[in-house]
Nanobody, 126 residues
């Protein structure tokens, strides 16, 4: 499985971006995708996750209401729509995939993910 994250860039505070995570290779329906981010000098944080088969997405409290994760199965792509961006959202954003039929709190842990994309930089200016 290969994951390609894209869509990052420079945006002003209050703006929006949509990140894409395109998956290729051997994909399984009982897998899902999570989005994480890592700011310089900080640990990698979970943001949101969804499964390829549908179901209720799961969000970190820090982004709930501002970020939306959704998928396009026809394109094997999971998106992270981000709005109301703040300077503290500045980080490298990663997508990753792991097994699971539905998303729960365990999807917050990056050690459960099998494959990772290369990351895309998001910079929010004040």
């Amino acid at each position: 499985v290969q994951l390609q994250a894209s869509g990052g860039g420079l945006v002003q505070a209050g703006g929006f971006l949509r990140l894409s995570c395109a998956a290729s290779g051997r994909l399984f329906s009982n897998y899902g995708v999570g989005w994480f981010r890592q700011a310089p000098g900080k640990e990698r944080d979970f943001l949101a996750a969804t499964t390829w088969s549908g179901g209720i997405p799961y969000y970190a409290d820090s982004v709930k209401g501002r970020f939306t994760i959704y998928r396009d199965n026809a394109k094997n792509t999971v998106y992270l729509q981000m709005s109301g961006l703040k300077p503290e959202d500045t980080a490298v954003y990663y997508c990753a995939t792991r097994p699971g039929y539905y998303v729960d709190g365990n999807w917050r842990f990056d050690t459960a993910y099998d494959y990772w994309g290369q990351g895309t930089q998001v910079t929010v200016s004040s």
